[in-house]
Nanobody, 116 residues
Framework: QVQLVESGGGLVQPGGSLRLSCAASGFRFSDYAMNWYRQAPGRERESVAVITSVGGSTNYADSVKGRFTISRDNAKNTVYLTMNSLKPEDTAVYYC?????????WGQGTQVTVSS
């Protein structure tokens, strides 16, 4: 079955960095675009970044452009989100996601807290 398992979240000071990982299994990872979403308390879940399956083209939410980088390692079936210059407003649960056969799959999420 499809599984997406995030890791790498934690508490970081403003201006700091984190790298999130999402290990995928149960499908041919290299064939699918991968997404990172986030959801802050009291807010709707929002798309943060996406990376395509072929060529690795990327797209980002305006709020994270220039600070976050999405990447993938198809040999390891893993997608990453490198987050730099973190701000308190980046505090959220971050989710890895993929759409397979018209169904969106989610990981369990990893908490990122940016606070001094």
């Amino acid at each position: 079955q499809v599984q997406l398992v995030e890791s790498g979240g934690g508490l970081v000071q403003p201006g700091g960095s984190l790298r999130l990982s999402c290990a995928a299994s149960g499908f041919r990872f290299s064939d699918y675009a991968m997404n990172w979403y986030r959801q802050a308390p009291g807010r709707e879940r929002e798309s943060v970044a996406v990376i395509t399956s072929v060529g690795g083209s990327t797209n980002y939410a305006d709020s994270v452009k220039g600070r976050f980088t999405i990447s993938r390692d198809n040999a390891k079936n893993t997608v990453y989100l490198t987050m730099n210059s973190l701000k308190p407003e980046d505090t959220a649960v971050y989710y890895c996601s993929a759409v397979l056969f018209s169904r969106r799959y989610w990981g369990q999420g990893t908490q990122v807290t940016v606070s001094s």
